[in-house]
């Protein structure tokens, strides 16, 4: 028994999230059928974290266990040629039998682009949300860095979050404008279901002015849903990069 990762890159658009459901179109699956027709065998491929329906992935880790002798190096390409165009499957590592790539992962890194412009850019308007009016980003990216650390951030999580706790670390958080575009990148050691488009759209509210940077913080106190602001749309979501010390040392 082998154990593969692989790193996956999909547009969201047409899929109803990662993870394998009872109805609609899904990245799981899709994998999981290009993998039964590779290698004759129904394998469960483990993803690094779910993605919503129309979130987009640049670099989604999954892994498989495999009695197949095909070499690492062979894998993306044999996958590719039996996988939609809509997923790209970039690279491929035989790692340890023990990886496990939502539990050994250390850092995620999710990614949000808002367009700034005046009118939307055609081009990226399924991976941008198009916001035309003036905003302060010096005011939301002030309130971004006061969620850096280790916080329970039940506030911007859904009602229906099922996860025993809320607790979780942010390690890094940035805002990189690209013409146009706005990007923010906000890197920690998990998020929960709906976390990172709870934030945006609470730093759209700190952007347009109807709340304080320093708000934040009141926010993440208060540990309720109801205190931030609304969750953003899923098309300008990308799930960016997942770390391992395991994989690191493979690549």
Known sequence: MRNVAIIVSYDGREFNGFQSQPYGRTVQVEIETALQKLTGEDILLIGSGRTDAGVHARGQVCNFHTESSIPAERWAIALNTRL?????????????????SRR??????????????????????????????????????????????????????????????????????????????LHTFITGNGFLYNMVRVIMGTLLWVGQGKLA???????????????????????????????????????
Do not use: C
Not at 227 to 251: D, F, K, N, R
């Open 84 to 100: 939609p165009k809509d997923i790209v499957v970039l690279e491929a590592h035989e790692v340890s039998l023990d990886f496990h």
């Open 213 to 251: 940077p320093s708000e934040m913080t009141r926010i993440l106190q208060g540990r309720k849903r109801s205190l931030a602001g609304p969750t953003a749309m899923p098309h300008a979501l990308m799930l960016w990069e997942v770390e391992y010390a395991e994989l690191q040392q493979s690549l």
């Open 104 to 181: 050994s992962a250390k850092r995620k890194t999710y990614r949000y682009s808002i367009d700034l412009a005046k009118f939307p850019d055609v081009f990226y308007r399924h991976y941008a949300y198009h916001h035309p009016t003036p905003l302060n980003v010096q005011a939301m990216l002030e309130g971004l860095r006061l969620l850096v650390g280790e916080h329970d951030f039940t506030s911007f999580t859904s009602i229906h979050s099922t996860k025993p706790h809320h607790i979780r670390t942010i390690y890094d958080v940035q805002m990189r404008q690209e013409g146009s575009i």
